[in-house]
Every structure is written in structure tokens, then in C-alpha cells.
């Protein structure tokens, strides 16, 4: 909760509210050209606080068919219930918002408890995974945003606790709470259909490989989640999901480079969960990557090493189909690569925790039952590497606590995208009656909200576009600013080429990451 006002407003959270609000990328832009663009009008920023907040003008119904039409790579649990939050709080303010994401952080940690509790049988090693879970860096990260992914581990955790309680018991009641909190994954993300696979697989192992009656069981409560999910599914505009599921960070990449960047990504995704360092000092990024990686993967053998081989598999089937669909999907596409947003490594991230959880519990201890050196050499050498990895142990935890306390006390970090608007809103702040000039593109792709959000200061805009000779600058203020973010839809050079007629001198004030602004002093041709 530190420090939650304070984080960039980016790209993402303006979706988040424009989906809680109810508005669609239709409406709004429909409703700014009529009122605006035509008419060549300023716009008030308190003017677009609608199409950010919760109004009288849009019900439920809206935001559900706006993610449907608009938005159909998610699915409408947590927009329903972040609407509903910001309702009960009077407030549609995004940190508002982002404090449902920080309680479900927190709910995160109980469920957490309650899943290594059950899996491994032992308080101790409870404790010590939600040590591990509880100060995780990715974790800590997501659970600051206003967006689905900190409410999707919750549901991860609450669905695989009620499967695991429901193959232990087999009561009617713990499979009705699987099914129930199963669906409430599936309506929190489509990722959930990636769990439902793990969880039939690991049925199987805990059914020794035979039609029993909980696999039967099973099946039925899967095939009762899906015939619940397929209404909102006979609904959703599939084209456009598969049009935004195509988007990546690159499509220009070969067979091999694909193969490095999975293999690079993999390293930085296993390290990002545990360690997340902006400034490494003594430590270099490459070397940490390194030893997370084999500790995660070590982790996963020292379960078999030990035995527990169906364990074992749980959390193996658990934590790779995410990844390798994601893979597979990467190098067989020609759209661009997405293994790199680790956002999507939700339930793969569950399964390395609860990994790291048993190997670091039992290491401690068998440290704790065997305080006193024996006499046998095996056993002295068993007590010494057991401190070894206490001594990592309490490592891991220092550096997963001061990347989250960097996390926290950081205005933005790596998943942002739009890391340009604190350095961009304080030059425009230094002018007391800006003027900001931008592309009708930077409205739909909702870097205007981003804007208006940091400055915090009632702000004029007008929207220049393609017809832009048919326009005028109103004068009256003392800059004026371009502010064209090529990643938001329109090119850079757009403005400043189109405001060649207007015969001003267009100085480039910055390029934060090659994103350019431009100022000029006055709106006379």
C-alpha cells in the first residue's frame, strides 16, 4: 500500500478505467469528434474525466460489452468488481483502483500459506514459502497496478486449493467450491484454460494413471466451468482477439533468433520473480540470472531427489504448459514474440515458488533437527551444506526484499510503458497556461489520460489531424506543446509535419527513448 498514488499512470491502468467506466474506444472517440475535432474546440482535461471513472452514463452492461467488443483477450471478473470497489470507496481515482490490487496482494499471502500448508503437511514450510512468495518482487510489483493480474493469483491459489482438498476428501462440497472458484479464474483470465490442463494432469498422477472415480469427477466439474464460461464466450468479438493476441515485440526475428531471445527471456523471467534490481552495484545482471535460474531448476530435481516424485510432478505440470505454449506460439508465429511479459507466467510462477518452498524447507529443516555435529562425516557434511543454503536462503530473501523496497519507492519501472510522461509532464509544468497539441491517435490509444493524470493540473488540449489546414492555434497561452509518442498508434513525425503551414518555430525540447516534444512560443501563422 506504499506509495501507491505515486506510480506512473500508464497505458495499461487508462484501459482499466476506461473498461470500468463503461465507455468504448468507439464511444469516446465518436463522442471527442463530434464535440472537438469538427468543431476545432479546446478540450477541458476535468472534460474526459468521464471516460476514466465510474458515471451515470454507462452501466454494468456497457463494460461488459465493451471488453467483449473491444477488449476480448480479457475476461470481466475483475473489471466488474474494481468497478464495483470504486463505488463502494466513492472514489475512481487509479489509486483507488490499485488498492483492490494491493488487498488482493494481500490475500495472495494467506492463500499461499494455506496451498504450502496443504501440499507439503508442515508449518514450517508454510512459513518459510510465504517468507519467499510474500516480499516476491514480481508480486509486489502487480499488486501496485490496476490490472487483473494480482485478483488472477488469488483465484490460481483459491482453485488449486479446493482441487487439492477435493482429491483428499472427495465430498460433494469441496468439488462445488473447486467448480465455483474455478470459474471465477476463468472469468478473471483466459489463462486460466492453461491451469485447467495442469489440474487434469495432475488428477491423473494423483490417480495413479487410472479412470477413477475423482478423475470422473473432475471431468464433470470441468465440463460444468466451460458450460459456464461458453455465454460470455459466444459473445466475444474472436477476431479481434486473435488481432491482439498477434501483437508482440517483434516480427522481424529468424528461427534462431527466436530460440536466443526464448532462452534470454526464460533467464530473465525465473530472475525477475526473486530478484529485480535496478541498480546491481557488485552484482552483475548476468551473474544473477545465472544462479536464479539453476536454483529454480535444482529445485525442481531435489524433489525427486527426495522422492516425493508425485509432489514432484504437481508442481512441474503446474509451472511448464504456460510456458512452453507461449514458446511454441512465439516461434511458430510470425506476429512478434510475447514470452518476454512475464505477466503471463502467473501459474508458472506459483509452481516455482511452491518448488523453492519445499527444497529451502527441508534444508532447514534438517539443519534444525540436527543443531549438534554428529559423529558420522556424511552427516557433518549433510549439517555444513544445509548452512550453505540456510546462509542462500537468507540471501535470496535480502535481495527479493530490496528490489521490492526499490519496486516501491519507484515512480515506474520496466513494465510501464509509458516511462516518458514524469520527465514530459515536468517540462510542461514549468508554463502556467500550456497549450498541448496532439494527434486524435494519442486519445484512442489513451496517452492523453497518462498525461492528464501526472500533471494533476487542469490542462488544455486540441487534436490536430491529417485536414490540419483547415485549423487554427488559439492564442492566449504562453506555450504551446507537441507531445507525439510514436508507440501510441500515431507516427512522431506527424504534428510537426502537418504544423509546417502554421509557420512557427517548432523547438524539440527531449527524446525520452526516442519519444519527442516540441515546443513553440506563439500560435500566430
Same mark, same amino acid.
Given at each position: 500500500?506504499?506509495?501507491?498514488?505515486?506510480?506512473?499512470?500508464?497505458?495499461?491502468?487508462?484501459?482499466?478505467?476506461?473498461?470500468?467506466?463503461?465507455?468504448?474506444?468507439?464511444?469516446?472517440?465518436?463522442?471527442?469528434?463530434?464535440?472537438?475535432?469538427?468543431?476545432?474546440?479546446i478540450i477541458k482535461s476535468n472534460n474526459l474525466l468521464k471516460y476514466q471513472s465510474v458515471n451515470s452514463d454507462k452501466d454494468i452492461t456497457d463494460v461488459l460489452d465493451s471488453i467483449q467488443?473491444?477488449?476480448?483477450?480479457?475476461?470481466?471478473?475483475?473489471?466488474?468488481?474494481?468497478?464495483?470497489?470504486?463505488?463502494?470507496?466513492?472514489?475512481?481515482?487509479?489509486?483507488?483502483?490499485?488498492?483492490?490490487?494491493?488487498?488482493?496482494?494481500?490475500?495472495?499471502?494467506?492463500?499461499?500459506?494455506?496451498?504450502?500448508?496443504?501440499?507439503?503437511?508442515?508449518?514450517?514450510?508454510?512459513?518459510?514459502?510465504?517468507?519467499?512468495?510474500?516480499?516476491?518482487?514480481?508480486?509486489?510489483?502487480?499488486?501496485?497496478?490496476?490490472?487483473?493480474?494480482?485478483?488472477?493469483?488469488?483465484?490460481?491459489?483459491?482453485?488449486?486449493?479446493?482441487?487439492?482438498?477435493?482429491?483428499?476428501?472427495?465430498?460433494?462440497?469441496?468439488?462445488?467450491?473447486?467448480?465455483?472458484?474455478?470459474?471465477?479464474?476463468?472469468?478473471?483470465?483466459?489463462?486460466?484454460?492453461?491451469?485447467?490442463?495442469?489440474?487434469?494432469? $495432475?488428477? #491423473?498422477?494423483?490417480?495413479?494413471?487410472? @479412470?477413477?472415480?475423482?478423475? %470422473? &469427477? !473432475?471431468?464433470?466439474?470441468?465440463? *460444468?466451468?466451460?458450460?459456464?464460461?461458453?455465454?460470455?464466450?459466444?459473445?466475444?468479438?474472436?477476431?479481434?482477439?486473435?488481432?491482439?493476441?498477434?501483437?508482440?515485440?517483434?516480427?522481424?526475428?529468424?528461427?534462431?533468433?527466436?530460440?536466443?531471445?526464448?532462452?534470454?527471456?526464460?533467464?530473465?523471467?525465473?530472475?525477475?520473480?526473486l530478484i529485480d534490481l535496478k541498480f546491481y552495484g557488485l552484482f552483475n545482471y548476468g551473474f544473477l540470472t545465472l544462479i536464479a535460474t539453476l536454483l529454480i531448476i535444482y529445485s525442481f530435481?531435489?524433489?525427486?531427489?527426495?522422492?516425493?516424485?508425485?509432489?514432484?510432478?504437481?508442481?512441474?505440470?503446474?509451472?511448464?504448459?504456460?510456458?512452453?505454449?507461449?514458446?511454441?506460439?512465439?516461434?511458430?508465429?510470425?506476429?512478434?514474440?510475447?514470452?518476454?511479459?512475464?505477466?503471463?507466467?502467473?501459474?508458472?510462477? $506459483?509452481? #516455482?515458488?511452491?518448488?523453492?518452498?519445499? @527444497?529451502?524447507?527441508?534444508? %532447514? &529443516? !534438517?539443519?534444525?533437527?540436527?543443531? *549438534?555435529?554428529?559423529?558420522?562425516?556424511?552427516?557433518?557434511?549433510?549439517?555444513?551444506?544445509?548452512?550453505?543454503?540456510?546462509?542462500?536462503?537468507?540471501?535470496?530473501?535480502?535481495?527479493?526484499?530490496?528490489?521490492?523496497?526499490?519496486?516501491?519507492?519507484?515512480?515506474?519501472?520496466?513494465?510501464?510503458?509509458?516511462?516518458?510522461?514524469?520527465?514530459?509532464?515536468?517540462?510542461?509544468?514549468?508554463?502556467?497556461?500550456?497549450?498541448?497539441?496532439?494527434?486524435?491517435?494519442?486519445?484512442?490509444?489513451?496517452?492523453?489520460?497518462?498525461?492528464?493524470?501526472?500533471?494533476?493540473?487542469?490542462?488544455?488540449?486540441?487534436?490536430?489531424?491529417?485536414?490540419?489546414?483547415?485549423?487554427?492555434?488559439?492564442?492566449?497561452?504562453?506555450?504551446?506543446?507537441?507531445?507525439?509518442?510514436?508507440?501510441?498508434?500515431?507516427?512522431?513525425?506527424?504534428?510537426?509535419?502537418?504544423?509546417?503551414?502554421?509557420?512557427?518555430?517548432?523547438?524539440?525540447?527531449?527524446?525520452?527513448?526516442?519519444?519527442?516534444?516540441?515546443?513553440?512560443?506563439?500560435?500566430?501563422?
Open positions: 500500500f506504499t506509495h501507491i498514488d505515486r506510480k506512473v499512470y500508464w497505458l495499461d491502468e487508462a484501459w482499466t478505467s476506461l473498461r470500468i467506466s463503461g465507455y468504448s474506444e468507439v464511444n469516446m472517440m465518436t463522442e471527442i469528434q463530434d464535440y472537438y475535432l469538427e468543431k476545432n474546440s467488443q473491444n477488449d476480448p483477450t480479457h475476461t470481466p471478473l475483475y473489471f466488474i468488481l474494481a468497478r464495483f470497489w470504486n463505488i463502494l470507496k466513492g472514489d475512481s481515482s487509479v489509486s483507488t483502483t490499485r488498492y483492490f490490487s494491493a488487498v488482493c496482494g494481500v490475500l495472495f499471502v494467506i492463500f499461499f500459506f494455506i496451498l504450502s500448508r496443504q501440499l507439503f503437511e508442515n508449518s514450517l514450510a508454510a512459513w518459510i514459502g510465504t517468507s519467499i512468495a510474500s516480499i516476491s518482487p514480481f508480486f509486489i510489483l502487480y499488486a501496485q497496478e490496476a490490472r487483473p493480474y494480482s485478483l488472477f493469483s488469488v483465484t490460481v491459489l483459491l482453485s488449486c486449493i479446493t482441487l487439492f482438498k477435493a482429491l483428499k476428501h472427495n465430498h460433494t462440497l469441496s468439488w462445488t467450491g473447486y467448480i465455483l472458484f474455478t470459474l471465477s479464474c476463468l472469468y478473471t483470465s483466459w489463462l486460466s484454460v492453461l491451469l485447467q490442463l495442469s489440474q487434469f494432469c $495432475i488428477v #491423473i498422477v494423483h490417480e495413479d494413471f487410472k @479412470f477413477s472415480r475423482r478423475l %470422473i &469427477r !473432475f471431468i464433470f466439474c470441468s465440463a *460444468v466451468v466451460f458450460a459456464c464460461i461458453l455465454p460470455w464466450s459466444l459473445h466475444v468479438n474472436w477476431q479481434e482477439f486473435y488481432r491482439q493476441g498477434s501483437l508482440g515485440n517483434s516480427s522481424t526475428m529468424s528461427f534462431v533468433d527466436k530460440i536466443g531471445f526464448l532462452i534470454q527471456s526464460t533467464g530473465q523471467n525465473c530472475t525477475r520473480l530435481i531435489f524433489i525427486f531427489i527426495e522422492k516425493r516424485f508425485k509432489l514432484g510432478l504437481y508442481v512441474i505440470i503446474l509451472t511448464l504448459p504456460t510456458p512452453l505454449v507461449f514458446a511454441l506460439r512465439d516461434i511458430l508465429s510470425r506476429s512478434g514474440v510475447r514470452s518476454d511479459l512475464n505477466r503471463y507466467f502467473i501459474i508458472s510462477y $506459483i509452481g #516455482i515458488l511452491l518448488a523453492l518452498t519445499y @527444497f529451502f524447507s527441508q534444508k %532447514i &529443516r !534438517f539443519l534444525l533437527k540436527n543443531t *549438534v555435529l554428529k559423529d558420522s562425516l556424511s552427516l557433518q557434511r549433510s549439517i555444513h551444506n544445509s548452512k550453505i543454503y540456510l546462509i542462500f536462503f537468507l540471501l535470496i530473501i535480502s535481495l527479493e526484499a530490496l528490489s521490492s523496497l526499490q519496486i516501491i519507492n519507484s515512480i515506474t519501472w520496466y513494465n510501464k510503458v509509458s516511462a516518458d510522461i514524469p520527465e514530459v509532464s515536468e517540462i510542461i509544468d514549468q508554463s502556467s497556461n500550456p497549450l498541448i497539441i496532439m494527434h486524435p491517435l494519442h486519445v484512442e490509444r489513451l496517452a492523453i489520460f497518462s498525461l492528464i493524470n501526472y500533471i494533476q493540473k487542469p490542462i488544455d488540449f486540441i487534436l490536430i489531424n491529417e485536414t490540419a489546414e483547415a485549423a487554427y492555434i488559439p492564442t492566449g497561452y504562453d506555450a504551446y506543446f507537441l507531445f507525439s509518442p510514436p508507440f501510441y498508434g500515431a507516427p512522431s513525425y506527424t504534428i510537426p509535419e502537418l504544423f509546417k503551414h502554421f509557420q512557427v518555430d517548432l523547438q524539440e525540447l527531449i527524446v525520452y527513448e526516442g519519444i519527442p516534444l516540441f515546443k513553440f512560443e506563439t500560435a500566430d501563422p
